[in-house]
């Protein structure tokens, strides 16, 4: 016959070795989990996508550069071309002309100067994020 001190040492033994397994099982899904962060940065990284997708990444990025120069540059009213020089035609072209064209490239500039900064910014906030979650001994 078992006494109650028989029990309570096998209900305290059968505690440890499921706190024993729990703690395994802790160590594997963090050892999965940094290998699954390793492989979704490695995979989503700009430089691995580019690499798999070389044609799409320029054919993407030359859409978008003609999306935004559009965008920026407004419509411009076609001018018939004229068969013959005139005098007119020989003269400076006016100031307000000068000015919106020298406008639009320096908001081109801005907006290529403020594009490379903020995916600078983008990259290196991702990957602290990646080191932080990665690097903190879960």
Avoid at 7 to 12: E, S, V, Y
Avoid at 15 to 28: C, F, P, S, V
């Amino acid at each position: 016959m078992t006494t109650k001190n028989d029990t309570l040492h096998g209900i305290q033994a059968r505690i440890e070795e499921l706190q024993r397994t729990i703690a395994e099982k802790e160590k594997q899904i963090k050892a999965r989990t940094r290998n699954l962060k390793e492989d979704i940065a490695e995979e989503l990284s700009p430089e691995e996508i580019v690499k798999k997708h070389p044609f799409l990444a320029a054919g993407t990025t030359f859409t978008a550069g003609l999306i935004i120069t559009k965008s920026l540059g407004g419509r411009r009213k076609s001018q018939p071309v004229a068969k013959s020089p005139e005098p007119s035609a020989l003269q400076p072209e006016p100031t307000a002309s000068r000015r919106k064209g020298v406008m639009y490239t320096i908001g081109l500039d801005v907006f290529h100067s403020l594009k490379d900064i903020g995916f600078k910014y983008l990259q290196g906030y991702v990957e602290n994020k990646f080191r932080k979650t990665g690097g903190s001994g879960d």
